[in-house]
């Protein structure tokens, strides 16, 4: 998706978002998150790098919303949601507000955030740099690393190409003409590692997690109309192929380009 298809992706969005959970929905889903082996790996890259999230700038670029800065918000970071829909921004900001938390909306693209550079200690995404393709996939991940302080953090969560589940799940809806989310290509390892080092990042980690959600949502919720307790649980095939691949990567400090370069 270049930056212009972009735009034009902006009306599928804007879809996705008028349907609005319902209060207790949207706090099992949250919940199930915070609980989740994701979150969990979002809160140990922090306590890594800064000791915490309390006091920290974060921001979450195409952040819907926000359900990753949310949680952090609750941490005590100080969090700055960007995205392009209005419509995603005024649920995020209701969200917050309902919580007695503050946040700072930006609607603006990604790719034009200039002003925002060098700025946070924490930029993230969920399920964003998978609807583009080509040479903007690397402009996606280098927006991260753009918005980062020296020495900051990027956290990218995208859906792993190597999720039999996820993958058998997305070609069934859109062989049936129910695919919401339009142009999507989740990623393999290789490639996420790859665009993360060209885009200037150091210190790469990617950590795969949620096969069995996987399976729960995609396959026996899908077909069997039901989710089992036991699929929100870690298994030993979620590094491999669960739904969601993590990158967790660095901004290089000038003193030490050359050191992980």
Known sequence: MTARTFIEALPVWERVWQHVPSEEKERA???????????AVVRGALEEAFGGAEGLRTIELGAGRGDLSLLLARQGARATLLDLSQTALCQASERFACEG????CVRNDLFAADDLAGTFDVAISLGVIEHF????RLRAVRAHADVLRPGGLAI???????????????????????????MERPY???????????????????????FLQSLGDHVCNTFLRRRPAWTDRPCLLDNAMGLNLLL??????PNNRRRHS
């Open 29 to 39: 889903l949250l919940r199930r998150e915070e609980h989740g082996t994701r979150w």
């Open 101 to 104: 938390l503050l946040v700072e």
């Open 133 to 136: 393709r080509g040479r903007d």
């Open 156 to 182: 990218i969560s995208v859906p792993h190409a190597a999720c039999l589940p996820y993958r058998l799940w997305k070609a069934y809806l859109e062989l049936r003409g129910w695919w919401p989310y339009g």
């Open 188 to 210: 393999f390892r290789r490639e996420l590692a790859r665009l993360a080092r060209a885009a200037g990042l150091v210190n790469v980690r990617l950590i795969g997690t949620a």
């Open 248 to 253: 967790v990567a660095r901004k290089p400090c």
